[in-house]
């Protein structure tokens, strides 16, 4: 079986102090959060109406940009589309039925699962690199607000289910043209790019 071709969050924070010191310092936080209410229980119509546009498209090109996250693409809609303290609160009152109705969704069709949170996103086009071990997915997503086209990677395999930004362009021929380079290789070399934390 390959190697993986992509470090994991521990590893990238030892090879950074400063972002280990950041990290630790926001976990403290997350630790001493409020205690979760019982009563409340958050779904669908809370995130759509509380989704914050701006700051997803800000963060998920800081923080994801050829960095490896788990989960899927509602992951990244709760983790970079609201302020930190409300993605504790999210995680921690979101109906568990609402959750994972929405995380297969993600999975089986990313155009209809945006159009659940908004109009912004136009889906272009995607395609996948299969193999008896391994399964992975592009997709390309076109942003009315900014006029940029974002490709995304994701790998399907449960162990190492997650995603990241590849590529932004305000050009859809070259990310269309960058989209099936990444596909070809993947296929040729039977594994991802290496994917790293770049600023």
């Known amino acids: 079986m390959n190697k993986k071709s992509y470090i994991t969050f521990d590893e990238m924070l030892d090879r950074d102090p400063k972002l280990k010191k950041k990290f630790n310092k926001e976990f403290a936080k ?3 959060r409020p205690k979760p209410n019982k009563n409340l229980k958050i779904g669908l119509e809370y995130l759509r109406k509380n989704f914050n546009l701006d700051l997803f498209l800000k963060n998920i090109v800081k923080l994801n940009y050829k960095y490896w996250e788990e989960g899927n693409m509602l992951n ?6 609201f302020e930190k303290e409300e993605v504790y609160k999210i995680y921690d009152h979101i109906d568990a039925k609402e959750y994972d109705k929405l995380y297969k969704l993600a999975d089986r069709s990313v155009h209809k699962f945006f159009l659940k949170f908004t109009n912004n996103f136009e889906f272009i086009d995607g395609d996948i690199a299969e193999t008896p071990e391994y399964f ?17 990677l994701e790998d399907h395999n449960p162990e190492n289910r997650g995603n990241c930004l590849y590529f932004k362009s305000i050009n859809e ?12 290789n993947t296929k040729r070399l039977n594994k991802l790019p290496k994917i790293s934390k770049t600023k």
């Open 30 to 32: 997350y630790q001493n």
């Open 76 to 81: 990244r809609i709760i983790d970079y589309g």
């Open 136 to 152: 992975w997915s592009t997709f390309i997503i076109y942003a009315n607000r900014n006029d940029n086209y974002y490709l995304f």
């Open 173 to 184: 021929k070259i990310i269309l043209n960058r989209m099936n380079k990444l596909i070809k």
